[in-house]
């Protein structure tokens, strides 16, 4: 058996196009839109010889495949690698990475932390310190909307929610950049994000237990669960892992990705700012639109087939969820961002069991800062040319000048 970047090497299975792409290069990262566009154009799946991968982009393969944890597992791990073959980078998340019965304990868990109450209780401190953050903005006029909003604003409300002692912006979207990062091959971006691993990975886990926490918060009602004997303390600090990992890179996307978009389309923000209660669709459009998780893999779990093409047991494939958010055939006028188009089904957030557990709280950050900035600014202009920042895995802007202008 032949071992390609973790996983093993497959046939090309029969009526599926051989196509001699790297999903992987920076440049496809950082503008992917004909990448996706030429993944469906190939039919439901193309056979990728560079990595040995079936890649699907269109909306109803990549839907199948990405919800059907019994054919296609995620135990097996989320990107590149198949954990059944050898040990993943670190011990793999016992939510994100694992199958039912596993999965559902762990997830009862996590779910109560991160629970509508919970999450209605942080919105009046949220929504304040997005007026606050937004109002500064506004004085200074022009500025770095990565590093000011996007960065700012999660890595100052998220650490707070889960109750960490310590709060540390870089650590935290570094930590986020090397978990993406990983799911994809050993190339440059993951060599490069692996490298910060000494100066993040041991600040992480400390942060992670159960003394380091705040006795409210998130954290704490993960641990609360180890004295009903329900996960164990060493489980519950895995837990709160999956927070961190999971929860500062993605919305740090997703807030510059909105700028972004209401920067580029004036009629979608005064739409926005005529009925400010838009916020949350134009959250779920940005999410739709741009997918700041664009990548995620399942491992086929047995012999199966799909659309008419047999997949053979073993076979990674590469769910590219920003190619689905996207088809023509599921969103009339796809590549128009169109904040009324309220598109509940898209992909972004996942679907099925491993659906994001954590977006209410993502949904909770959008709203308030989308919703400061629809009340107090007027206008939303580019400042100067947007740059992309690639990732194996997250669609994200590396650099976002914007200028805000009050009446
Ligand atoms: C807009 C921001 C976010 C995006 C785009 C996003 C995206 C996703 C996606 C696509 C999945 C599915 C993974 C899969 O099926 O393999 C997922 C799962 C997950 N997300 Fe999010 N996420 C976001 C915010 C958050 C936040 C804020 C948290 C934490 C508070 C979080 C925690 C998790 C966890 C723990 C899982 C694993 C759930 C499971 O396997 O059952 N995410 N997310």
């Known amino acids: ?51 040995s991968i079936l890649a699907c982009g269109r909306y109803e393969e990549t839907k199948e495949v990405f919800s059907d944890w019994e054919r296609f597992v995620s135990s097996r791990g989320v990107g590149l690698q198949d954990f059944s073959l050898g040990e993943p980078w670190r011990p793999p998340s016992i939510v994100l990475e694992v199958d039912p019965p596993d999965h559902t304990k762990a997830r009862a868990v996590i779910e109560r932390a991160l629970s509508p109450g919970a999450i209605r209780k942080l919105m009046e401190s949220y929504r304040e310190d997005a007026e606050n953050l937004i109002g500064e903005l506004l004085e200074k006029g022009t ?9 700012t604003y999660p890595t100052t409300v998220f650490p707070d929610a889960v109750g960490l002692g310590e709060s540390d912006r870089r650590r935290l979207v570094d930590y986020g950049e090397m978990v993406f990062n990983a799911l994809g091959p050993d190339n440059e971006l993951r060599r ?19 003394e380091r926490l705040e006795p409210e918060g998130f954290g704490a009602t993960i641990y609360a669960a180890c ?18 990992s999971a929860g500062v890179d993605t919305t740090v996307a997703v807030l510059g990705s909105a700028i972004w978009c209401l920067a580029n389309n004036p009629d979608q923000f005064q739409k926005l700012k005529a009925d400010p209660k838009l916020a949350r669709w134009a959250f779920e459009e940005t999410l739709r639109y741009t997918s700041p998780v664009h990548t995620f893999c399942r491992t086929a779990n047995l012999d199966t087939e799909v659309s008419g093409v047999k ?10 969820l920003g190619a ?28 099925g069991i491993h659906g994001c557990v954590g977006q209410n709280v993502a949904r909770a950050e959008a709203d308030a800062v989308l919703t400061a900035i629809a009340n107090k600014v007027e206008s939303i202009e580019l400042a100067g040319e947007p740059v992309w920042r690639p990732n194996n895995s997250v669609h994200t802007l590396d650099r976002l000048t914007i200028t805000f202008k009050s009446k």
């Not at 599926?16 to 993944?39: H, I, T």
């Not at 500025?143 to 960065?151: G, I, N, R």
């Not at 994000?193 to 990975?201: D, H, I, R, Y």
């Not at 169109?338 to 598109?343: C, L, T």
Request: glycine fraction near 6%; charged fraction near 30%.
């Open 1 to 51: 058996m032949k071992i390609i970047e973790g996983h093993k090497e497959i046939d090309v299975p029969a009526g599926v196009p051989v196509w001699d792409v790297d999903p992987y290069d920076p440049a496809v990262l950082v503008d992917p839109s004909d990448y996706y566009s030429e993944l469906r154009s190939k039919g439901p799946f193309a056979y990728i010889p560079r990595y």
């Open 143 to 151: 500025f770095e909307a990565v590093e000011e909003l996007a960065e």
């Open 192 to 210: 490069n994000a692996m490298a910060k691993g000494p100066n993040v990975v041991p600040w992480i886990l400390e942060q992670c237990k159960r």
């Open 227 to 244: 004295d009903t004997g329900e996960i164990t303390e060493e489980e519950a600090g895995l837990l709160v892992r999956s927070l961190l």
């Open 311 to 320: 997949i053979a047991e073993g076979t990674k494939i590469i769910c590219v």
């Open 324 to 351: 689905a958010n996207l088809d023509e055939d599921h969103w009339p006028q796809a590549d128009k961002f169109d904040i009324e188009r309220k598109p509940s089904d898209h992909l972004a957030l996942g679907v």
